[in-house]
């Protein structure tokens, strides 16, 4: 049978570069590779087609030889049309694609398979990411605090040592569905579909006698305890992630992690915006008119403010410092201290006296904003 032109072979022009070359030959040798169709004498005489192209338009000497005389030039023997004197084209994909000389099909290498048990351990179900509600004080966000957190999650079966089989490695073997590559291709008209072997799981192995506490699963109900250090600065609703302490995976697989939900617990006195803390304190009518010192909470204790005479309700004061450290950079937020002048109540006879008394003294001097807003509101009085 005459031998077709190498370019047309390949499906690229005479005059390709070594780079659109190399490209065709991907995508032609991806079609036609005898395990992704296999009992297809057709596609496998096509891949070794195109990699005899392949080697002879890759080579600038070759390349040359065949633009000046054809397939001619490798008729005494000298190229891969002599029968037996060129490359095999399975070596030239593993050098195209990269594959490695381990065991198992060129296809298994490079199409996700591989007999290997690293490749087997991989596919492998990893296991479920858990999520878990903390609640902190918080002083503790403040401060930062370490929790030990008790967690109810699938573990490692100790009786297989997490292998799923009774006997360990031994009672193992290879899928027959999949031949050990973990996927099955099925044909959807046209279209060619990869999916995972129903009968392993995707796995690539089976276990021929199962372990009697996990049933082969290699992993089993249980709970674990782990420490778990909450950053100073932690924000309400923050999320934390601890690396492998979800579930563990099935049959050795890698385990998932465990994201932490931290919630804040409302205060008493405190509230808090970002980094800064705010709270509402009262303040005595007589502390408000005549001034003084004025004693606020803190989280870590008291400070004092400084009151000036006739000072009004809804005053803030800024106490820097003396709120929360920021997650990201650690400076510390401020406190702001917004005074309410509380009004007595439950007067006895005495102190009403006394009140009448200094009220009888009282000008509109006293009451700036009082008498501010009378002298507005006046015209309203009069009609």
């Given amino acids: 049978m005459e031998k077709r032109c190498y370019y047309e072979v390949l499906e690229v022009s005479r005059d390709a570069s070594g780079t659109e070359i190399k490209k065709s030959y991907r995508r032609l040798a991806m079609q036609y590779h005898p395990d992704k169709n296999p009992d297809d004498k057709e596609a496998e005489d096509k891949f070794k087609e195109i990699g005899e192209a392949y080697e002879i338009l890759t080579d600038e000497q070759k390349r040359a030889a065949y633009d000046r005389y054809g397939h001619r030039a490798f008729s005494q023997g000298t190229g ?7 490359v095999d084209p399975f070596d030239i994909f593993r050098e195209v694609f990269g594959g490695g000389g381990g065991g198992g099909s060129i296809f298994e290498e490079f199409f996700g398979g591989g007999g290997g048990r690293a490749a087997r351990s991989e596919r492998r179900k990893r296991g479920s990411d858990l999520r878990y509600d903390l609640q902190i004080t918080l002083e503790e966000a403040a401060e930062g605090v370490e929790k030990e957190l008790k967690i109810e999650r699938l573990v490692s079966c100790e009786t297989c040592t997490g292998t799923g089989s009774q006997g360990g490695r031994g009672d193992v073997r290879s899928c027959s569905t999949c031949g050990g590559v973990g996927q099955v291709i099925t044909s959807r008209g046209f279209f060619q579909v990869q999916q995972p072997c129903p009968a392993c799981g995707g796995v690539g192995e089976l276990i021929t006698n199962p372990c009697r506490d996990c049933s082969g699963e290699g992993r089993v109900k249980g709970s674990s305890r782990i420490k778990l250090k909450i950053p100073a600065g932690m924000i309400d609703a923050g999320r934390l992630r601890s690396v492998g302490h979800g579930d563990a995976g099935q049959q050795g697989g890698t385990p998932g992690d465990l994201y932490v939900v931290v919630h804040l617990k409302e205060h008493e006195v405190f509230e808090r915006d970002g980094s800064d803390l705010y709270c509402e304190v009262p303040l005595p009518f007589t502390l408000a008119a005549l001034g003084g010192e004025l004693v606020v909470p803190t989280l870590k204790g008291q400070a004092s403010v400084k009151i000036a005479p006739g000072t009004q309700t809804n005053t803030s004061f800024r106490l820097r410092e003396k709120g929360i450290p920021d997650l990201q950079t650690g400076r510390k937020g401020d406190l702001l201290v ?7 109540v ?33 015209r309203f009085f009069t009609g």
């Fill in 338 to 344: 917004n005074v309410q002048v509380e009004v007595p």
């Fill in 346 to 378: 439950k007067l006895t006879k005495d102190q009403e006296r006394l009140l009448h008394e200094f009220a009888g003294t009282v000008t509109d001097r006293n009451h700036p904003v009082g008498g501010s807003f009378f002298e507005k509101a006046k």
């Fill in 80 to 86: 891969p049309s002599a029968g037996g004197g060129g």
